[in-house]
């Protein structure tokens, strides 16, 4: 089960550098790709969803590029997974059935994995990306 897709790993290195250099203007896609080790045509798809999802802002121009819409302390983990894949989600049954289960509200896994997702949510949606900074710079 993958519940942070590779995609949004790449949004979260971009995410992660321009919070980096967060005061020293825009930085363009192809340094992100190439800093963050991905691929240069994705970084344009991926930080377009950033954009549209009001978590970067778009610069054109030669000193054109990317920077962040908010402060670094103002933007969780989570608001970068939504942006890129939508909600968190632990698959809620394990028959791929849902609360269409006849079962589903006396399950002992499906509350489980309830549980699980909530965590999770709550552990990205804790954590912003000035304390990923801050935790790089140790």
């Not at 399950?107 to 304390?131: H, T, W, Y």
Request: hydrophobic fraction near 40%; aromatic fraction near 4%; proline fraction near 3%.
């Amino acid at each position: 089960m993958e519940i942070i897709r590779s995609d949004t790993d790449y949004a979260m290195r971009a995410m992660v550098h321009l919070a980096l250099r967060h005061n020293e203007g825009p930085v363009c896609a192809k340094v992100l790709a190439s800093d963050g080790d991905i691929p240069e045509d994705f970084a344009y798809k991926l930080l377009r969803s950033l954009t549209e999802a009001g978590l970067t802002e778009s610069h054109r121009g030669v000193q054109g590029g990317f920077t962040l819409a908010k402060e670094p302390e103002n933007i969780t983990l989570l608001e970068v997974v939504e942006a890129i894949q939508g909600t968190v989600a632990v698959r809620k049954c394990i028959l791929g059935k849902g609360s269409a289960c006849s079962r589903y509200s006396s399950c002992p896994v499906s509350g489980k994995l309830r549980g699980l997702q909530d965590l999770i949510a709550d552990f990205l949606g804790n954590m912003s990306l000035a304390e990923v900074v801050k935790a790089l710079e140790r």
